[in-house]
């Protein structure tokens, strides 16, 4: 049974980092692409996109967060993580780890709630 457990996330004053974790159990298959989304707080408040690793080890990160976070992987631990500095209070997100397996399908995370708050 494929697992995603996420890690890292808590309350951090405006300016501060934080580091998110997302580690893969439960199968062998190739993973193709992982990704951060997340949800703010709100009626109407969709998931959206943060940033995605590929496989080949291509990046792709939101406008929002381009120049503060960071998504990286690493393969022998089966763990994605996203450093996030420069935190701003629209930051504030339960965030979440999504992973595409190949020929199994999308499964994501439970979510990690980042709070920036002073």
């Known amino acids: 049974q494929v697992q995603l457990v996420e890690s890292g996330g808590g309350l951090v004053q405006p300016g501060g980092s934080l580091r998110l974790s997302c580690a893969v159990s439960g199968t062998s298959c190739r993973i193709n692409t992982r990704g951060w989304y997340r949800q703010a707080p709100g009626p109407g408040k969709e998931r959206e996109l943060v940033?995605?690793?590929?496989?080949?080890?291509?990046?792709n990160h939101a406008d929002a967060v381009k120049g503060r976070f960071t998504i990286s992987r690493d393969n022998a631990k089966n763990t994605v993580y996203l450093q996030m500095n420069s935190l701003k209070p629209e930051d504030t997100a339960v965030y979440y780890c999504k992973v595409d397996i190949a020929a199994i399908g999308q499964y994501w995370g439970q979510g990690t709630q980042v709070t920036v708050s002073s």
């Open positions: 940033a995605t690793v590929t496989s080949g080890g291509s990046t």
